[in-house]
């Protein structure tokens, strides 16, 4: 190539550059670049015109998704106060933490200082959280002290948060345990009065709309959806200051009786309404865990006992209404015993020749044998039914049972005789109170009821002057001769009846284990109280008889109960006469507190 091809090339470079800046269009360019923010302004204004007017719902509805709650507001259980009003059972506010496995789970320092604050091993709060990480609820601890859920949440845990419950509480602890029973962790009723009643109680939890932050954290209250409604308060019959009575005797009776169990009922005679019933061993309804359950059983309405001795009163009542005897039938008991199938019926002496109140005083079981053998068997068993053995007393007490109380067609040759003091049928002590308030009230058995007021049902099953007999004749067992004087109450005539019986156990009879009784009413002339004591399988080396372990019970926690209930005495002339100056009380021997343990024994064979 020459110079002057050079030199050509060149110019033709240049004149191509000059022709190519020529053709670039400043103005073009900037009505693109226009058109393309026009294009996205319309785009942004459609997106927001899409957000904020055609689809507001549903983002609204995503917004809300994320930091709208709907949270419940816990309400406040029923108050359950005694007749007097005392509280028995009320509501404290408490605190539970809860956490969101989500945000804390994997943080592994968080989660040691978490642990720490709560009293527990971080693996295992590690554990927890990891088996739950999956989901947004998981509970660390539940009805706490507020004052210690707070200093939790002060270390601002991420995921972790407080929630506002209520705890129930027995300010009278073990005593009126086995009547009020207790509420689960999520405080619903599993016991008790506090299942029976759990609807009225419970009350029903509100509902409101909150705002959440991205911390958790409340910001807002949006809108109260449902308000709570509180639970409604009870009272119920019983009597604080005579429920401890009863609790308090008969506790220190079980110990120094050496007795594995106890259990005693008072009813007011004429509403039927229960001012007492307590059981020994208890337990603390505050602090359930850990405790034998056991101890939960309210053995006054759920555990099945023969009655023993106090079935008497019953068995002459049953044939004074047939007319096969009177009061002043004689019995030879001679010579203290009576075949019965292949066995025995015997008493702890040979008592001779005694009357119809007689086999009451004495508490002779061939007396009411004999008493037994003029009745025919649906006289014996209708008459019994009418006092509620054999089926339930309808007091709406959870778990009540029926007792065992089998019709004629399935006894067999012995079975009315051996009922007739007290065996081959099962009770409870609730019955048996029931069955001995009907006889203080004139013969009209009332419903036993746990709320103040009573149920209001009533019946007449016998007459109120066979009633009245039975009650004078029940008077003479607390009397001099009778087989209770430790029952008896200085200023009031007492009507009671003793009863110690065998332990049912494998199809026979425990050896040396025994139920000792006593069932009472307090005063006799104008009758308020019906009591029960029963005491279980009491040491023999230190008495097991039913006027010896049970009666002072009955003494002891009626006195109490007159006092407070201002009850006026029917025996003043007795009252005045023991405070005479020099009057000093002799000691008075029962046929039961004379007999030894092997005629006791042959006795209920």
């Not at 509970?139 to 419950?165: C, F, H, S, T």
């Amino acid at each position: 190539m020459n110079l002057r091809d050079a030199i050509r090339g060149l110019i033709d470079r240049e004149r191509s550059t000059r022709i190519g800046r020529s053709r670039y269009d400043i103005r073009g360019r900037v009505l693109m670049v226009c058109g393309g923010l026009g294009l996205c302004s319309v785009a942004l204004i459609a997106f927001a015109v899409d957000r904020q007017l055609v689809h507001t719902d549903f983002y609204q509805k995503q917004g809300n998704v994320r930091f709208q709650r709907d949270v419940e507001i816990p309400t406040t259980r029923g108050m359950i106060t005694d007749r007097n009003g005392e509280p028995l059972a009320v509501s404290t506010p408490v605190m539970s933490l809860w956490a969101n496995p989500q945000e804390l789970a994997g943080d592994e320092e968080e989660i040691g200082k978490l642990a720490q604050a709560l009293g527990m091993p971080s693996d295992e709060l590690a554990r927890n959280l990891s088996q739950k990480a999956d989901k947004e609820f998981l509970w660390l601890r539940r009805r706490m002290n507020p004052a210690v859920v707070q200093r939790v949440l002060d270390l601002k845990i991420p995921g972790v948060y407080g929630v506002r419950e209520f705890k129930r509480f027995y300010p009278q602890g073990d005593a009126v345990a086995h009547v009020l029973g207790f509420t689960n962790v999520d405080d619903h009723g599993q016991e008790g009065i506090e299942l029976a009643f759990d609807e009225w109680l419970r009350g029903k939890p509100g509902e409101k709309r909150i705002l959440r932050n991205r911390q958790g954290e409340t910001v807002e209250n949006v809108d109260l959806l449902k308000p709570a409604q509180p639970g409604k308060d009870l009272a119920l019959s019983i009597d604080r200051r005579i429920q401890y009575l009863a609790y308090r005797d008969l506790q220190q009776a079980v110990t120094n009786a050496g007795a594995s169990s106890g259990s005693a009922v008072v009813m007011d005679i004429h509403t039927g309404e229960v001012l007492a019933m307590a059981n020994v061993p208890s337990y603390n309804p505050n602090n359930i865990n850990g405790t034998n359950r056991d101890t939960h059983r309210n053995r006054a309405v759920t555990d099945l006992l023969e009655p023993g001795s106090t079935m008497k009163p019953l068995t002459v009542a049953a044939a004074l209404e047939a007319h096969v005897i009177t009061t002043n039938t004689i019995f030879n008991t001679n010579p203290g015993r009576i075949p019965n199938g292949n066995y025995w019926t015997t008493d702890t002496h040979n008592h001779g020749v005694l009357d119809t109140t007689g086999v009451i005083t004495k508490s002779s079981n061939v007396g009411a044998a004999l008493i037994a053998r003029r009745l025919s068997n649906e006289q014996f068993y209708d008459f019994i039914r009418r006092f509620g053995y054999g089926q339930s007393t309808h007091s709406g007490f959870p778990g009540e049972s029926v007792g065992l109380f089998p019709a004629p067609p399935r006894w067999y040759g012995t079975t009315k005789q051996s009922m007739s003091y007290g065996y081959n049928l099962s009770v409870t002590p609730l019955q048996i109170a029931h069955a001995y308030s009907t006889l203080a009230n004139g013969g009209v058995a009332t419903v036993p009821s746990f709320v103040k007021g009573g149920s209001g049902e009533t019946k007449q099953v016998i007459t109120a002057e066979l009633a009245h007999t039975i009650m004078k004749m029940m008077q003479t067992v607390t009397e001099p001769g009778g087989t209770a004087t430790q029952a008896a109450i200085l200023g009031y005539h007492v009507a009671g009846k003793t009863g110690t019986a065998r332990i049912a156990s494998n199809g026979g009879y425990a050896a040396q284990k025994y139920l000792a009784f006593f069932a009472g009413v307090v005063p006799v002339d104008n009758p308020r109280f019906a009591m029960v004591v029963v005491v279980n399988n009491p040491d023999i080396s230190k008495g097991y008889y039913g006027g010896v372990v049970s009666g002072p019970i009955f003494r002891n926690v009626m006195e109490g109960a007159l006092r407070l209930q201002d009850v006026p005495p029917d025996d003043i002339n007795t009252w005045i006469a023991a405070q005479a100056p020099g009057h000093k009380k002799k000691p008075v021997v029962t046929d039961d507190d004379a007999a030894t343990p092997e005629q006791m024994r042959e006795s209920l064979q």
